[in-house]
C-alpha cells in the first residue's frame, strides 16, 4: 500500500519528538530509522506480501514502526496484547502465517504453518492490507472482524489536531489503532506507559504535559474516586475522551466539576466499523451527534444503526451481520431527539425486564456511585420466577463497608433515589476489582 502520507510525516516532522517512554525520547527520524531496520528484519524471516501475521507487544516504537513496514508490505495485520490470555485461539481463528512476539528486547518471529483457505482472506490477499481485530467480551468465542485496512487509514490523510497523547487505550483495540495513526499522521506525540494503573497513568501525564487522555469511564471513576487529581497536576489536559461503555452522568458530572478547563468528548466506536465521528452537546452532557466522513446513522425501534465505508468486511468466525443494504446493527439502545442528537443507555442484551418495566444497568449505577462508601458497582439480572427478572447489584468496598450496616444504608439509598422497581432487589459486596484489564466494567 502506498502510505507517502504516513511517511512523508515522519520524514517532515523529522526533528520533532516522536515517541516519549520511561527510557528515552524517540523523534520522527528514529522512528524512520527504525522503520528501515525493520524492513530488513522482515525480509531476513520471509514475510512475504501479503502475510497475516499476528504482532503480541503493547505499544513500542519497534511494534509502532512493525506496524507501518507490515502495513506497506500489503500485509494482514493481527495485533495481541499481551493481556490477552488465549493468544493461540486468536492466531488460530486468524490463520495467522507468521508470529512477531515484541515482548522481550529482541523479536521473536516463528511461522506457524498455517495455510489459510477463509474466502475473505483469500480475497484480501494481494488486494489491501488487512486488519484483524478480535471482540473484548467476557463470555463467548470472541468474533473477528476482518477490515480492508486501505479504508480505516483513508481519514488519516486528512490533517488533524496536533497534541501530545498517551496511549492509554491497548495495542489491539481499535480505540488505540486510532490514538497511534491520528496522533503519527498529523506531527503529534505519543506517551507510552508500561502500567495502566490510575497512579501511573496520572504521573504519567503530570511529568510530559499529556495534552489528551483517551480512557474509559471506569478509569475515569477509578481516578475520581482515588482523587488522583488531588496528587498530581493534571492541569495540562486539554481533552478528555471517553468511550467502550456506557458513562454514568454521575461520574461525568463530578468530572467536569474537577476539570471544568478541560473538554470532555465521548467518542463512539466499534471493532465493527471502526471509530466515528461524534460530537459532544457539552462537557457535561451525554447527548451526542454521530456521523459526518462517509458515516450514515439510522435509529430504528430505539436501536442505533450505522453504515460506513470503513466498515469491516466480515467476521471470519460468525455469519454476516450486516443487511443488504449494508446497515449494522449495533445493539445500542438509545434515545433520540428531534434535534438529531442521541443518549446511548446500554446494550440492549444488558437491559433487564422486571415485571414488564426496562431496567437500564447504567443508571442504577450512576446513583449507586453517588452513595459514599461505593468504590464501584456492576449492575446484572437473575431469573426470577414471579417477575422474570431482578436486579442484582454487585458493589466494590473497602473492608470497613463490608458488612450488614452498609446493606441497609445501600437499600435506604436507593429507595430514596430509585424508582421501586430499578431498585436491587439482592445486593453482593465485594472488596476485588470489577473491571477487566482493559479497565472496562465486567458485564
Same mark, same amino acid.
Not at 456511585?369 to 473497602?398: M, Q, R, W, Y
Given at each position: 500500500? &502506498?502510505?507517502?502520507?504516513?511517511?512523508?510525516?515522519?520524514?517532515? &516532522?523529522?526533528?520533532?519528538?516522536?515517541?516519549?517512554?520511561?527510557?528515552?525520547?524517540?523523534?520522527?527520524?528514529?522512528?524512520?530509522?527504525?522503520?528501515?531496520?525493520? !524492513?530488513?528484519?522482515?525480509?531476513?524471516?520471509?514475510?512475504?506480501?501479503?502475510?497475516?501475521?499476528?504482532?503480541?507487544?503493547?505499544?513500542?516504537?519497534?511494534?509502532?514502526?512493525?506496524?507501518?513496514?507490515? %502495513?506497506?508490505?500489503?500485509?494482514?495485520?493481527?495485533?495481541?496484547?499481551?493481556?490477552? !490470555?488465549? $493468544?493461540?485461539?486468536?492466531?488460530?481463528?486468524?490463520?495467522?502465517?507468521?508470529?512477531?512476539?515484541?515482548?522481550?528486547?529482541?523479536?521473536?518471529?516463528?511461522?506457524?504453518?498455517?495455510? @489459510?483457505?477463509?474466502?475473505?482472506?483469500?480475497?484480501?490477499?494481494?488486494?489491501?492490507?488487512?486488519?484483524?481485530?478480535?471482540?473484548?467480551?467476557?463470555?463467548?468465542? @470472541? =468474533?473477528?472482524?476482518?477490515?480492508?485496512?486501505?479504508?480505516?487509514?483513508?481519514?488519516?490523510?486528512?490533517?488533524?489536531?496536533?497534541?501530545?497523547?498517551?496511549?492509554?487505550?491497548?495495542?489491539?483495540?481499535?480505540?488505540?489503532?486510532?490514538?497511534?495513526?491520528?496522533?503519527?499522521?498529523?506531527?503529534?506525540?505519543?506517551?507510552?506507559?508500561?502500567?495502566?494503573?490510575?497512579?501511573?497513568?496520572?504521573?504519567?501525564?503530570?511529568?510530559?504535559?499529556?495534552?489528551?487522555? @483517551?480512557?474509559?469511564?471506569?478509569?475515569?471513576?477509578?481516578?475520581?474516586?482515588? $482523587?488522583?487529581?488531588?496528587?498530581?497536576?493534571?492541569?495540562?489536559?486539554?481533552?478528555?475522551?471517553?468511550?467502550?461503555?456506557?458513562?454514568?452522568?454521575?461520574?461525568?458530572?463530578?468530572?467536569?466539576?474537577?476539570? @471544568?478547563?478541560?473538554?470532555?468528548?465521548?467518542?463512539?466506536?466499534?471493532?465493527?466499523?471502526?471509530?466515528?465521528?461524534? !460530537?459532544?452537546?457539552?462537557?457535561?452532557?451525554?447527548?451526542? =451527534?454521530?456521523?459526518?466522513?462517509? +458515516?450514515?446513522?439510522?435509529? +430504528?425501534?430505539?436501536?442505533?444503526?450505522?453504515?460506513?465505508?470503513?466498515?469491516?468486511?466480515?467476521?471470519?468466525?460468525?455469519?454476516?451481520?450486516?443487511?443488504?443494504?449494508?446497515?449494522?446493527?449495533?445493539?445500542?439502545?438509545?434515545?433520540?431527539?428531534?434535534?438529531?442528537?442521541? !443518549?446511548?443507555?446500554?446494550?440492549?442484551?444488558?437491559?433487564?425486564?422486571?415485571?414488564?418495566?426496562?431496567?437500564?444497568?447504567?443508571?442504577?449505577?450512576?446513583?449507586?456511585?453517588?452513595?459514599?462508601?461505593?468504590?464501584?458497582?456492576?449492575?446484572?439480572?437473575?431469573?426470577?420466577?414471579?417477575?422474570?427478572?431482578?436486579?442484582?447489584?454487585?458493589?466494590?468496598?473497602?473492608?470497613?463497608?463490608?458488612?450488614?450496616?452498609?446493606?441497609?444504608?445501600?437499600?435506604?439509598?436507593?429507595?430514596?433515589?430509585?424508582?421501586?422497581? $430499578?431498585?436491587?432487589?439482592?445486593? %453482593?459486596?465485594?472488596?476485588?476489582?470489577?473491571?477487566?484489564?482493559?479497565?472496562?466494567?465486567?458485564?
Amino acid at each position: 500500500m &502506498n502510505i507517502s502520507f504516513l511517511l512523508n510525516s515522519l520524514l517532515e &516532522n523529522k526533528d520533532s519528538d516522536a515517541i516519549m517512554t520511561e527510557k528515552r525520547v524517540y523523534s520522527y527520524s528514529d522512528i524512520y530509522n527504525e522503520f528501515v531496520s525493520v !524492513k530488513k528484519i522482515l525480509e531476513q524471516n520471509k514475510i512475504k506480501t501479503s502475510s497475516i501475521v499476528s504482532i503480541i507487544s503493547d505499544f513500542s516504537e519497534k511494534a509502532i514502526a512493525m506496524l507501518i513496514a507490515l %502495513i506497506e508490505k500489503d500485509c494482514i495485520l493481527v495485533p495481541i496484547s499481551p493481556v490477552v !490470555k488465549e $493468544k493461540n485461539k486468536y492466531i488460530s481463528i486468524s490463520q495467522t502465517e507468521f508470529v512477531i512476539d515484541l515482548c522481550d528486547e529482541s523479536p521473536n518471529i516463528r511461522k506457524t504453518g498455517i495455510i @489459510p483457505d477463509h474466502k475473505m482472506l483469500l480475497n484480501l490477499k494481494g488486494e489491501a492490507p488487512g486488519l484483524i481485530l478480535f471482540s473484548s467480551g467476557t463470555t463467548g468465542e @470472541p =468474533k473477528a472482524a476482518l477490515h480492508n485496512l486501505s479504508f480505516l487509514l483513508e481519514k488519516f490523510k486528512k490533517p488533524g489536531k496536533i497534541l501530545r497523547t498517551i496511549t492509554f487505550l491497548l495495542f489491539d483495540h481499535i480505540g488505540g489503532f486510532n490514538t497511534l495513526f491520528h496522533t503519527l499522521s498529523n506531527g503529534g506525540q505519543l506517551v507510552l506507559i508500561n502500567s495502566r494503573d490510575v497512579d501511573v497513568v496520572c504521573k504519567t501525564i503530570e511529568h510530559y504535559k499529556v495534552e489528551l487522555l @483517551p480512557t474509559s469511564p471506569t478509569f475515569l471513576n477509578l481516578l475520581l474516586l482515588n $482523587k488522583m487529581y488531588e496528587k498530581h497536576d493534571l492541569s495540562s489536559l486539554k481533552i478528555i475522551t471517553y468511550g467502550t461503555e456506557p458513562m454514568p452522568q454521575s461520574t461525568l458530572d463530578y468530572l467536569h466539576r474537577i476539570f @471544568p478547563n478541560t473538554v470532555l468528548k465521548q467518542t463512539y466506536g466499534l471493532s465493527e466499523v471502526g471509530i466515528v465521528s461524534t !460530537k459532544s452537546e457539552n462537557s457535561d452532557s451525554l447527548w451526542i =451527534k454521530i456521523g459526518g466522513d462517509g +458515516v450514515e446513522t439510522k435509529v +430504528v425501534d430505539d436501536i442505533l444503526y450505522i453504515k460506513t465505508k470503513s466498515a469491516m468486511l466480515g467476521y471470519l468466525n460468525a455469519p454476516n451481520p450486516f443487511d443488504n443494504d449494508g446497515w449494522f446493527n449495533t445493539k445500542d439502545k438509545v434515545e433520540l431527539r428531534e434535534d438529531g442528537y442521541i !443518549k446511548i443507555l446500554g446494550r440492549i442484551t444488558d437491559i433487564i425486564n422486571v415485571g414488564g418495566e426496562k431496567v437500564y444497568p447504567i443508571e442504577v449505577e450512576g446513583v449507586l456511585l453517588k452513595c459514599n462508601g461505593v468504590k464501584d458497582v456492576h449492575v446484572f439480572s437473575e431469573k426470577n420466577p414471579l417477575t422474570g427478572n431482578i436486579v442484582v447489584a454487585e458493589i466494590s468496598v473497602s473492608a470497613e463497608n463490608n458488612n450488614k450496616d452498609f446493606l441497609k444504608i445501600l437499600r435506604n439509598f436507593c429507595v430514596e433515589n430509585l424508582e421501586r422497581f $430499578k431498585i436491587p432487589a439482592r445486593f %453482593i459486596l465485594v472488596e476485588h476489582d470489577l473491571y477487566s484489564e482493559r479497565f472496562k466494567r465486567k458485564r
